[in-house]
């Protein structure tokens, strides 16, 4: 079955560490976003690919940095700038064309300071 | 810009009872509307969507009806059971605003008692 797989579920990072989050998709899905949640919160964009070697900001992208070299992958590294980065992160796709699409989701990754 | 809004929770329930959760919107253009679930750990799911107004979306027992005049997409359910205890989003994409990106309500948890 197709899908999304965020990897890893859980990771911690120490004060000053970059850390990247991986996110794997073999729907065909042109474009990828990366969300934070935090408790009780909805769901906020740090940002978005449209296609293979752009990507766009979100509402919330400082201290966070990706890359899209390939369609099926859109890493997402949480810098040591970010100061606050203990939160729930998710993958999401989705076509672009045609009548609007839904996103499909990943189980996402929690990631917790040390 | 486009934005949703949707009622706050936590919504406490007993089983069998009848779920209604708010959820408004504005928006430029003909948005599609989207209803998904997040299980406690996990992603979000599509529930249900509609992408014209008057159209109606279901789902497992759950249903919502595009609202045009209203600008609302409530999501309602004649019988909830203990299973059903999740936090609800409701979405909206293809604005004039914001284009294929979606955006995402705050969220509404919802408790349901055996």
């Known amino acids: 079955d197709g899908g999304i797989t965020q990897s890893p579920k859980y990771l911690f990072r120490k004060e000053g560490q970059n850390v990247t989050l991986s996110c794997e998709q073999n729907?065909?899905?042109?474009?990828m976003y990366w969300y934070r949640q935090d408790p009780g919160q909805g769901l906020r964009l740090i940002y978005y690919?449209?296609?293979?070697?752009?990507?766009q900001k979100g509402d919330i992208a400082e201290g966070y940095s990706v890359s899209r070299e390939k369609k099926e992958s859109f890493p997402l590294t949480v810098t040591s700038a970010q100061k606050n980065p203990t939160a729930f992160y998710l993958c999401a796709s989705s076509r672009t064309g045609g009548d609007s699409q839904p996103q499909h989701f990943g189980d996402g990754t929690r990631l917790s300071i040390l | 810009g486009d934005s949703v809004t949707q009622m706050e929770g936590p919504v406490t329930l007993s089983e069998e009872a009848f779920l209604t959760i708010n959820c408004t919107y504005t928006a430029t253009g003909y948005p599609s509307l989207f209803w998904y679930v997040q299980y406690p750990g996990e992603g979000l799911q599509l529930l249900l969507k509609a992408t014209k107004a008057d159209d109606k979306g279901s789902n497992k027992g759950f249903e919502a009806t595009y609202r045009k005049e209203t600008t609302s997409f409530h999501l309602e359910k004649g019988s909830v059971q203990v299973s059903d205890s999740a936090v609800y989003f409701c979405a909206l994409s293809g604005g004039l605003t914001g284009g294929f990106k979606t955006i995402f309500g705050a969220g509404t948890r919802l408790f349901v008692k055996a």
């Open positions: 690919s449209q296609i293979v070697n752009d990507f």
């Open positions: 729907l065909n899905h042109d474009a």
